[in-house]
Nanobody, 123 residues
Framework: VQLQASGGGLVQAGGSLRLSCATS????????MGWFRQAPGKEREFVAG????????RYADSVKDRFTISRDNARDTVYLQMSSLKPEDTAVYHC?????????????????WGQGTQVTVSS
């Protein structure tokens, strides 16, 4: 199972980044996908999740109205468009595939995890 996240980098506060996570049809089919992040010394936290059909989406309160998750099932890819970035968004961002079709916000509902991509927001 491979999940390859990309698109991270260094950006100034107020800027934007778009993360992508490619996986395989066998891995993502019928499963929700999500993004989590982990800052140094902190626990992994939920950012956003999207159901298999894309009809159910949820966000952490801290990113609502700034981040947008989407998926392209034809390309087996999930995206995270991040805007109005803040220094507190600095973390390693991981994509994950859930155990079922829903957009869960719980770490233990996800079975496959990518390596992560670093996002650094400077003030």
């Amino acid at each position: 199972v491979q999940l390859q996240a990309s698109g991270g980098g260094l950006v100034q506060a107020g800027g934007s980044l778009r993360l992508s996570c490619a996986t395989s049809r066998r891995t993502s089919r019928n499963n929700g996908m999500g993004w989590f992040r982990q800052a140094p010394g902190k626990e992994r936290e939920f950012v956003a999740g999207v159901s298999w059909r894309g009809d159910s989406i949820r966000y952490a309160d801290s990113v609502k109205d700034r981040f947008t998750i989407s998926r392209d099932n034809a390309r087996d890819t999930v995206y995270l468009q991040m805007s109005s970035l803040k220094p507190e968004d600095t973390a390693v961002y991981h994509c994950a595939v859930s155990r079922g079709p829903i957009a869960s916000n719980r770490v233990y509902d996800y079975q496959y995890w990518g390596q992560g991509t670093q996002v650094t927001v400077s003030s």
